[in-house]
């Protein structure tokens, strides 16, 4: 599986953890194994404000684009992510945001 990150700046928590053809996201589960080779799946057919873009299986591994949300103190990581490729089963590793302390240095610094 691969995982386009589209960042967006917001509070919420996105918690994934992928296990075959399926993304557990926030609770909610969401399995794309029936889809074949070259299938795409749109965006208006999954009810999710999580997905950013359709579903696609190309050359056998699913495509997948989710929304990554960007706490205040974002890293450049979370701004300009790149796609996680051969992501294995378990929890999804997002890129993290700087520690506080030194996103309120930059602020202070910025003034």
Not at 33 to 42: A, C, Q, T, Y
Not at 61 to 73: A, C, G, I, K, S
Not at 90 to 109: C, I, K, S, T, Y
Request: charged letters at 20%; zero cysteines.
């Amino acid at each position: 599986m691969r995982i386009v990150l589209a960042p967006q700046r917001r509070d919420d928590l996105l918690e994934v953890v992928k296990s075959g053809d399926s993304l557990n996201i926030n609770g909610e589960t969401y399995d794309f194994s029936p889809m074949g080779e070259g299938d795409s799946l749109p965006l208006s057919a999954i009810n999710s404000g999580w997905f950013a873009g359709p579903v696609e299986r190309v050359d056998g591994q699913l495509t997948v684009t989710l929304f990554l949300p960007n706490p205040f103190n974002f890293s450049p990581e979370q701004a300009f992510p790149v796609p996680l490729v051969n992501v294995p089963d378990g929890p999804v590793v997002f890129p993290g945001p700087l520690p506080e302390f030194a996103a309120e240095m930059e602020a202070e610094e910025g003034e």
